[in-house]
T-cell receptor
Framework: GAVVSQHPSRVICKSGTSVKIECRSL??????MFWYRQFPKQSLMLMAT?????????EQGVEKDKFLINHASLTLSTLTVTSAHPEDSSFYIC???????????FGPGTRLTVL | GQQVMQIPQYQHVQEGEDFTTYCNSS?????IQWYKQRPGGHPVFLIQ?????EVKKQKRLTFQFGEAKKNSSLHITATQTTDVGTYFC?????????FGKGTRLHILP
């Protein structure tokens, strides 16, 4: 079946640095990918919809200049957390819909810890 | 590794009939979450269950968390066309969250 990978699975960085998270669809093409964050014991919160070849669509309250999304190819979307601060520490997950639109393939997630 | 399995994969029901999807984990879960994805959309959070044996209701939707905290179910009473979509369960596993593959619900008018 379709697989979505994320890299890295875990990252620890210093406050003020930028961190890039990659989301890849391994055996299918994804014109759209979704980025979520999850705080401990809470649900996934959609951050943005990544669209191949065009600008991402951000959810209300998500700073587009802080969370840069690039969907440069049909198999890769990246989320860059710029000037990371401790409050950005969270679990970030991406997902990609299947061709039929009624499937969703989730990445394994990336644990970001900002010191 | 830990797995979260959902059955059935697909379900077609007549409008007005009930629907149930089941979620089973290979290990005990500290909590379980349910999401709904409308066709062409993204998963949207429905509910989180935490306690053993917990039952929660949202209008026509009833969510249960098993006593052993290894299984869960979502039951929809008297389905409507607006219930069409894919329902996912998800549970924490170490430092990750693991999703079931989802149950696709189709409503026949």
């Amino acid at each position: 079946g379709a697989v979505v990978s994320q890299h890295p699975s875990r990252v620890i960085c210093k406050s003020g640095t930028s961190v890039k998270i990659e989301c890849r669809s391994l055996d299918f093409q994804a014109t759209t990918m979704f980025w979520y964050r999850q705080f401990p014991k809470q649900s996934l919160m959609l951050m943005a919809t990544s669209n191949e070849g065009s600008k991402a669509t951000y959810e209300q309250g998500v700073e587009k200049d802080k969370f840069l999304i690039n969907h440069a190819s049909l198999t890769l979307s990246t989320l860059t957390v710029t000037s990371a601060h401790p409050e950005d520490s969270s679990f970030y997950i991406c997902s990609a819909p299947g061709l039929a639109g009624d499937e969703q393939f989730f990445g394994p997630g990336t644990r970001l810890t900002v010191l | 590794g830990q797995q979260v399995m959902q059955i059935p994969q697909y379900q077609h029901v007549q409008e007005g009939e009930d629907f149930t999807t089941y979620c089973n984990s290979s290990t005990t879960l500290s909590n379980i979450q349910w999401y709904k994805q409308r066709p062409g959309g993204h998963p949207v959070f429905l509910i989180q269950l935490v306690k053993s044996g917990e039952v929660k209701k949202q209008k026509r939707l009833t969510f249960q968390f098993g006593e052993a905290k290894k299984n869960s179910s979502l039951h929809i009473t008297a389905t409507q066309t607006t219930d069409v979509g894919t329902y996912f369960c998800a549970g924490p596993a170490d430092d990750k969250i693991i999703f079931g593959k989802g149950t696709r619900l189709h409503i026949l008018p």
